[in-house]
């Protein structure tokens, strides 16, 4: 039996079927790609993504990171040499890994309480090629005493904090995730009984340590946003893991 043949009408009728499915498919993919770059991820410096400390601070055990064979590292950087404020500064490991797979889903914002001359040259090292913060960059020049999501463009409902500090964000708290203050120098405490990381010739694990948890957290959030799980604001679903995670 031979096959019937399409009239143009039915054509007609089919191309505007696939071409509504496919206008609705495209639609989709847009408000998916949309909401994937919807949320934010505000970032603290010191003691969160580095530790920075002045060269005079470092203990005596400390000092072999001065010595040439450290001139190699490339989480550990020097600066301002031969001045009474040169300072030294350490990557936290998996800073690299964390800043790539987040920049993923989220828009990132640096906000610290330093100088934006310390900002620039920490920047240069953590975002060379300024892929991942642009201009959205806040420091103690527009921010002196407290930090607030205010100053920070973009809606609170989606906003995701990560400091070590609490007490700056007096206002955001409910929109933070504290981790834990990585301190790889002693800082000139001699009184500390403990010693600290670079004393001690170890650090925080790169697979297991706080930014690696952190980012797992970080990826479960915009799944969950992504999937329509919990409702558009993000601070409830923060609040209630704060009190379960610890980072």
């Not at 407290?146 to 955001?172: E, F, G, M, S, Y």
């Not at 500390?192 to 001690?200: D, G």
């Not at 915009?222 to 604001?233: A, I, K, N, V």
Request: glycine share 2%.
């Amino acid at each position: 039996m031979p096959r019937k043949q399409k009239t143009s009408s039915s054509c007609l009728d089919e191309s505007v079927n696939k071409f509504q499915n496919l206008s609705l498919d495209e639609k989709k993919k847009g408000k998916k790609k949309e909401k994937e770059k919807n949320l934010h991820l505000v970032l603290d410096l010191d003691h969160t993504l580095i530790h920075s400390t002045l060269v005079s601070q470092l203990s005596k055990k400390e000092k072999y990171l001065l010595e040439p064979a450290a001139e190699s590292r490339l989480d550990l950087w020097r600066f301002n040499k031969g001045h009474s404020n040169e300072y030294i500064t350490k990557l936290r490991p998996f800073l690299h890994e964390f800043l790539l797979e987040a920049n993923k889903h989220y828009t990132m914002h640096v906000y610290t309480m330093g100088l934006s001359t310390y900002a620039k040259t920490v920047l240069k090292l953590i975002d060379p090629d300024n892929v991942y913060f642009g201009d959205r960059v806040i420091t103690s020049k527009e921010s002196p005493n407290n930090k607030t999501l205010d100053l920070v463009v973009a809606d609170k409902q989606r906003v995701v904090i990560l400091d070590d500090t609490v007490d700056v964000w007096p206002h955001d708290k409910s929109s933070l995730l504290q981790i834990t203050k990585y301190e790889y120098f002693r800082d000139g405490d001699d009184n500390t009984k403990s010693k600290s990381y670079a004393e001690k010739r170890i650090d925080e694990s790169p697979d297991t340590g706080p930014l690696a948890n952190v980012l797992k957290f970080l990826q479960d959030i915009h799944r969950r946003f992504e999937e329509g799980l919990d409702s558009d604001d993000l601070r409830p679903l923060l609040l209630d893991s704060s009190r379960q995670c610890c980072f």
